[in-house]
């Protein structure tokens, strides 16, 4: 196998040129737990660690691999190795650390497409759609939503489900499928593409194990029977999370998420709700918040129909939680930089003293 074949580029290579890596090995993270990691490379898989000093320079959860990760690498025992470096990243997908505001947690890495999975049998959650898509859309990932579990309604649910998921949502490619049946697999097929990576996003339980296994033939990912509040949403990471398809697509399996808080520092919702954005350039007043304002075009189109009014909810719910987050990473910011100020204050007396 060559590095290639687990989606290396020619960007990365560039990047080991310059930085002068080549006394390392490169190879790519498929499996996190606790801060040990596994990383392939043409000569095998290998546990790994971080060095002391990537661990001591750490600024935040973003300085720490995952999963796929391009890392330089010195392998030591045939079987461990220390990981030196993160090739820079195309692309993350991040979300809001559960209970840890202003920290983000890093999904995946260097990934083209996701698809977003939502079971077709359960009360249809476009909101969670949506919010899937901004996360997609602030990472630049490209976003395939794939409609889970058909086999377990008719053909007149489906059609529905998929008109009302096309209402709000436009340009973004929908396919229906069935582990069972396998009925829509070979339309997944024909997106996956040799060399690009793929993720699977979306609740535990939708099927994003059972599809993996599926297309790989093999079974790799434990798929999940066990209820989820009995499950806790644990992840048990004894295999592999990212693996490679017959065809050459890449696939990176994710443990399911109950929530995901957005931690969008760049333009995912805007790209989300273009609408929403192209109509508020109409708006009276420049710094609308779309709310209450008079002249307002965003409400004039709610009121008018022409945006979906749950669409726009769920666009204010997303507005209020990313202003949250986004000061919330300032306040934490600024602490840390007080704190730095301390130190050295601190220092300089101390050298004044003695
Ligand atoms: N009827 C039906 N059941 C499915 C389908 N896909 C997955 N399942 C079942 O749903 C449960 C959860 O699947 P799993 O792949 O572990 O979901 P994950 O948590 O998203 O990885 C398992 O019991 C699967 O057998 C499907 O398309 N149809
Ligand atoms: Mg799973
Ligand atoms: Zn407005």
Redesign the pocket.
């Known amino acids: 196998m060559r590095l290639e074949d687990f989606g290396y580029n020619e960007q990365f290579e560039k990047y080991k040129i310059e930085q002068k890596l080549d006394s390392f090995e490169i190879g790519r993270v498929i499996a996190e737990h606790k801060e040990r990691y596994i990383v392939k490379t043409t000569k095998g898989e290998y546990e790994a660690e971080i060095t002391g000093n990537m661990r001591y320079t750490a600024k935040s959860r973003e300085d720490f691999p995952a999963v796929g990760d391009w890392v330089a690498i010195t392998i030591y025992n045939n079987d461990f190795a220390i990981i030196h470096k993160i090739l820079p990243r195309f692309s993350i997908i991040k979300r809001q650390a559960v209970g840890q505001f202003g920290e983000i947690q890093i999904i995946a890495t260097n990934i083209d497409y996701a698809f977003i999975?939502q079971t077709a049998?359960r009360d249809l959650n476009i909101n969670r759609i949506e919010r899937y898509l901004t996360i997609c859309n602030s990472s630049k990932v490209q976003p395939i939503i794939v409609l889970?579990?058909?086999?377990?309604i008719n053909e007149n649910q489906i059609s529905e489900i998929l008109e009302n998921i096309k209402t709000r949502i436009k340009n973004v490619p929908i396919i229906a499928?069935?582990?069972?049946t396998q009925e829509g697999y070979s339309e997944i097929k024909k997106i996956i593409e040799k060399g690009k990576t793929y993720c699977?996003l979306?609740?535990?339980?939708?099927?994003?194990?059972?599809?993996l296994?599926n297309l790989s033939g093999k079974t790799i990912?434990?798929?999940?029977?066990i209820s989820q509040k009995t499950n806790k949403g644990r992840h048990v990471t004894s295999h592999r999370e990212l693996i490679i398809l017959e065809n050459g697509g890449i696939l990176i399996?994710n443990p399911?998420m109950r929530e995901v808080g957005i931690a969008d520092l760049s333009n995912g919702l805007e790209t989300t709700f273009d609408k929403i954005l192209q109509l508020s350039q109409s708006c009276k007043f420049k710094d609308c918040s779309h709310t209450h304002e008079t002249g307002c075009a965003v409400l004039d189109a709610v009121e008018k129909g022409v945006i979906d009014r749950a669409s726009y909810e769920n666009y204010k719910k997303m507005q209020k939680e990313k202003a949250y987050f986004e000061s919330t990473v300032a306040e934490r910011r600024k602490k840390d930089k007080e704190f730095g100020k301390m130190v050295k204050n601190y220092k300089k007396n101390i050298k004044n003293k003695y």
Do not use: A
């Open positions: 999975i049998d889970s579990k058909i086999d377990l499928i069935s582990n069972q699977m979306g609740s535990s339980g939708v099927g994003k194990s059972t599809l296994n990912m434990r798929t999940d029977t399996d399911g």
